[in-house]
């Protein structure tokens, strides 16, 4: 079946639902594509005892204040999804579930989007797929050695499935020290990172974390020296859970390891653990296998943007990702200043 609209966006998450508020205000024509069967993009997959780095009303989309969760500062993934759904309920947005964006072309004036359910046809897209759906993985978990089991961490759930175990935990971001923080009470734990643990000051939040990457922006817009922005205030927020672990003595890291073996893991000197299971918290890269067919990815495999919009495409945006496509744009905060940019440059480009 072939459809035609004016805008499509790629992605019902967060960054898809805040494009949806600024296209419908500005009056454009839109059809949202999700492949998820239900509303709340990747934290409907996120472990147990994810918490938000920020209270509620620093996590808001445009429009609508996130509502607090009843006894809680930051609310846990349940309170995000029902925000999400509720979101895309109160502004109507006209999102299409579940249908899975396979490619997305030129073809003449227009894009021609084709997914697992139709075709449309389209005069501008924006893609905001996230990066959850492609795990990263160190080369060195390839290798056949390790006998136990190896997770990423969008199949880490709760420490109950690993009680008992030695656990390895690779990964020294907010993933890493979060699961490590909730395996350390029931497990044999060992949480490992490539470099040394830099924790953010305690009193650091995801409100400090949007300043400091909408200060780089500006100063790096006016010529300005880098701030360094987030990166330069640590790796890894102090929320509770991982304040308390790293407190009790719970959380400390080791360097990494350079060889996995049939029962565990070797250190360059020669020190060996054993492990029953290995969790990589490794990241992720964005998920962009839809764009493959306009060929827009440069030397360093990156698709180079002003602002969001693609350069080599005038007619897609990208949302979310990272920082490149806005300050802190991978964030419920961040994203609607860039939504909004990416929805009026398309409104001029229709005009
Ligand atoms: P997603 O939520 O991944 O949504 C993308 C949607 O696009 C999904 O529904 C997906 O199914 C769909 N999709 C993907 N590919 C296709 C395709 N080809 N066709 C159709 N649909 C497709 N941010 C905060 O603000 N506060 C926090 O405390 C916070 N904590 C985080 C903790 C973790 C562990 C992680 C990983 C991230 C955290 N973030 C946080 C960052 C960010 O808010 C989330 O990653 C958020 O899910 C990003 O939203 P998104 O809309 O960009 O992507």
């Not at 656990?167 to 979060?178: D, K, L, P, R, T």
Request: with cysteine; proline share 6%.
């Amino acid at each position: 079946m072939s459809h035609q609209t004016q805008v499509v966006v790629i992605g019902g998450g967060q960054a898809g639902l805040a494009a949806g508020y600024h296209l419908r205000r500005l009056g454009l024509d839109f059809i949202i594509l999700d492949a998820q069967t239900t509303p709340g993009g990747a934290w409907q997959h996120a472990w147990d005892s994810l918490r938000l780095f920020s209270p509620a009303a620093y996590s808001s989309l445009p429009g609508r204040l996130m509502p607090p969760q009843s006894g809680e500062t930051y609310p846990d993934v349940q309170h995000v999804v029902e925000y999400l759904a509720d979101y895309e309920k109160r502004y109507e947005l006209p999102v299409e579930r579940p249908v899975r964006v396979l490619g997305v072309h030129r073809d003449g004036q227009l894009l021609r989007v084709e997914t697992d359910s139709g075709t449309w046809h389209a005069r501008a897209a924006i893609s905001a797929t996230g990066s959850w759906w492609r795990p990263f993985l160190p080369a060195i978990s390839s290798h056949a050695a390790f006998g136990g089991r190896q997770l990423h961490t969008v199949e880490y759930r709760s420490p109950a499935d690993f009680a008992g175990q030695r656990v390895i935990v690779v990964g020294g971001g907010n993933s890493g020290a979060q699961i490590a923080s909730d395996l350390a009470y029931d497990t044999r734990l060992t949480w490992v990172t490539q470099r040394p643990t830099r924790f953010l000051a305690d009193d650091i939040d995801g409100r400090a974390l949007f300043d400091a990457a909408t200060a780089r922006r500006r100063a790096l817009d006016e010529g300005r020296t880098d701030t360094g922005g987030v990166a330069s205030l640590g790796d890894i927020v102090a929320v509770p859970p991982v304040r308390e672990a790293r407190d009790c003595g719970l959380l400390k890291a080791t360097p990494m390891f350079t060889r996995l073996l049939p029962e565990g893991v070797e250190w360059a000197d020669g020190t060996r653990a054993g492990a029953d299971t290995i969790i990589w918290c490794t990241g992720f890269r964005p998920a962009l296998s839809h764009l493959a067919p306009l060929q827009l990815r440069g030397a360093r495999g990156r698709i180079t943007t002003a602002g969001t919009r693609a350069l080599d495409e005038p007619r897609l945006h990208m949302l979310g990702y990272g920082d490149w496509t806005g300050p802190a744009s991978a964030t419920l905060i961040g994203v609607g200043r860039p939504a909004r940019d990416a929805a009026r440059e398309i409104a001029a480009l229709l005009r």
